[in-house]
């Protein structure tokens, strides 16, 4: 008679990565990328190690937000494997697809190729010891999500969404999948986006052009946190374009509101 294999549990996948937080959101453009990238370099400042793995395998975007589009991650042996280096700025160990592929070429992958490639950066990344790593999710619900989380355990996911009816739909969607039995990964709450805006020669007006409240709403809705609010500022915007992510200045009042949001992750 054969006797029942007795499954091994499986090796924990970076053993020496503390805390795994996953940045998501219903649909694209809501500033995912700009959040995870700010989050990450307010971590940073703050003197935690940060790690920062863009999985939006089909539209990368933290390459050029660290201005870092044309570095390509050398390889090291460590115990007799190749471990890719990630590229460092700003104190963030940092690997994203860009780094290898053109991106126009990744658009035509289908989902096996994209879903082995992240596998690949998140268990042959050379991450070493990590406070926090951040996975800069694709927009929605995909096969990139589900690799993700079978392939290392999450601590939390932060959702951000604008506070627009439409996005809010999406961020629900987004909170569901994290949450469901087949999943399950804590939600560590909402951060609104582009809640307001503030004219430079009217600074005490508040124009809330994606409507008021929204994310504070969905929050208490669906018991989860607001984690903060960060306004639509033309310096957040530069700042991603030229490489220079708003976290950098933490004196000014972008930067504080990053690191007051980073202040809520740990
Ligand atoms: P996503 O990752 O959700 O697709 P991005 O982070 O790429 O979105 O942001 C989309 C665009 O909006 C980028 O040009 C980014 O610089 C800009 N953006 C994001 N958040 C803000 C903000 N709070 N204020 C101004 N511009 C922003």
Redesign the pocket.
Same mark, same amino acid.
């Given at each position: 008679k054969v006797k029942p294999r007795i499954p091994k549990p499986a090796p924990k996948l970076l053993p020496q990565v503390k805390n795994i937080v996953a940045v998501a959101?219903g649909?694209?453009? #809501?500033?995912?990328?700009?959040?995870?990238?700010n989050l990450a370099v307010a971590l940073a400042r703050m003197g935690y190690n940060t790690g920062l793995l863009d999985a939006?395998i089909y539209?990368p975007?933290i390459p050029k937000?660290f201005q870092t589009e044309d570095a390509r991650p050398l390889l090291r042996k460590v115990d007799g494997k190749d471990k890719i280096i990630p590229v460092e700025k700003y104190g963030v160990k940092i690997l994203s697809i860009g780094y290898f592929v053109n991106p126009e070429d990744a658009l035509v992958w289908r989902g096996a190729m994209a879903t082995n490639a992240l596998r690949q950066l998140i268990a042959d990344g050379d991450w070493g010891e990590l406070d926090y790593l951040l996975i800069?999710l694709p927009?929605g619900t995909s096969d990139i999500h589900l690799t993700a989380v079978q392939t290392i355990s999450i601590t939390g996911a932060v959702i #951000?969404s604008t506070p627009q009816d439409v996005a809010l739909a999406d961020a629900r969607k987004g909170i569901s999948m994290f949450t469901s039995d087949k999943i399950n990964v804590p939600v560590l709450g909402l951060v609104e986006?582009?809640s307001w805006f503030t004219p430079a020669e009217l600074p005490d007006n508040k124009y809330y052009i994606f409507g008021e409240g929204g994310c504070r709403r969905l929050a208490d809705e669906l018991k989860t946190k607001l984690l903060g609010q960060?306004?639509? #500022?033309?310096s957040?915007?530069?700042?991603?374009?030229k490489g220079e992510p708003s976290a950098l200045n933490p004196d000014t009042i972008?930067g504080k509101a990053f690191t007051e949001l980073a202040q809520t992750v740990v």
């Open positions: 959101s649909k694209g453009g #809501v500033g995912k990328s700009t959040i995870a990238a939006d539209g975007s937000m800069d927009p #951000v986006n582009m960060i306004p639509i #500022v033309q957040i915007r530069e700042g991603g374009d972008t």
